[in-house]
């Protein structure tokens, strides 16, 4: 059974800082890409970030500089390291794993609200 469980998230002031995780089982995860979606409310889900599994990375521009995608296959998990957090940052943060044409397999989401 695939599971993708992400933590990490939560309430933070503009400017600060927070890592998410997402611990994937169920899947040979190191021949996956990865990926971090965010929805805001009222919002088309969006890409935040990208991963393959020779670990190339991509960004939206509006990330780009804040936050950074990384991959431990050893420890079957992928990261976003967002600094620099903005109030247009605030969603709920979804960690994706797909394989060649197959259909992408999500976690079950995470809130992360940047405000003071």
């Known amino acids: 059974q695939v599971q993708l469980v992400e933590s990490g998230g939560g309430l933070v002031q503009p400017g600060g800082s927070l890592r998410l995780s997402c611990v994937a089982s169920?899947?040979?995860?190191?021949?996956?890409?990865l990926g971090w979606y965010r929805q805001a409310p009222g919002k088309q889900r969006e890409l935040v970030a990208s991963?393959?599994?020779?670990?190339?990375?991509t960004y939206a521009d509006s990330v780009k500089g804040r936050f950074t995608i990384s991959r431990d296959n050893a420890k079957i998990t992928v990261y976003l390291q967002m600094n620099s957090l903005k109030p247009e940052d605030t969603a709920v943060y979804y960690c994706?794993?797909?394989?060649?044409?197959?259909?992408?397999?999500w976690g079950q989401g995470i809130q992360v609200t940047v405000s003071s």
């Open positions: 169920g899947i040979a995860f190191k021949f996956y890409n």
């Open positions: 991963i393959t599994s020779d670990s190339r990375t």
């Open positions: 994706n794993a797909k394989y060649s044409s197959e259909a992408g397999r």
